[in-house]
């Protein structure tokens, strides 16, 4: 890694793995079009916190399958298989649920 994107400790700076994953967000989006069958826009990157010294990161996007007016549309449901694809699903939903929550509490606190 080049040593302008890294602290004095050799850890990756947080901004440049945000860039990173900005930067291969279209990978993730054809996947979800191919998946979908058909337009799929980026709706939220979920949280990054870096609670440690990174070297290696991960990050989660929540991709929508749109319609030819820019909407929401229905896609099949994914059916893993692999119990390493069925607890990544268990822990999407997890996600999924805090996402809708924290929505929820925010619009309450707005007067939404």
Not at 52 to 63: D, G, I, K, R, T
Not at 66 to 91: C, F, K, N, S, V
């Amino acid at each position: 890694m080049d040593r302008r994107h890294v602290n004095l400790l050799g850890n990756v700076h947080g901004g440049v793995i945000m860039r990173l994953v900005d930067k291969h967000r279209g990978c993730c989006g054809t996947a979800a079009q191919r998946h979908s069958g058909g337009p799929a826009v980026t709706a939220a990157t979920d949280e990054m916190a870096f609670l440690e010294p990174v070297h290696v990161a991960s990050a989660y996007l929540v991709f929508v399958a749109i319609d030819a007016h820019g909407r929401p549309r229905e896609i099949a449901r994914l059916r893993p298989e692999a119990d390493t694809e069925r607890r990544r699903m268990r822990e999407a939903e997890i996600r999924r649920a805090h996402r809708l929550s924290r929505t929820a509490a925010i619009e309450t606190a707005r007067g939404s």
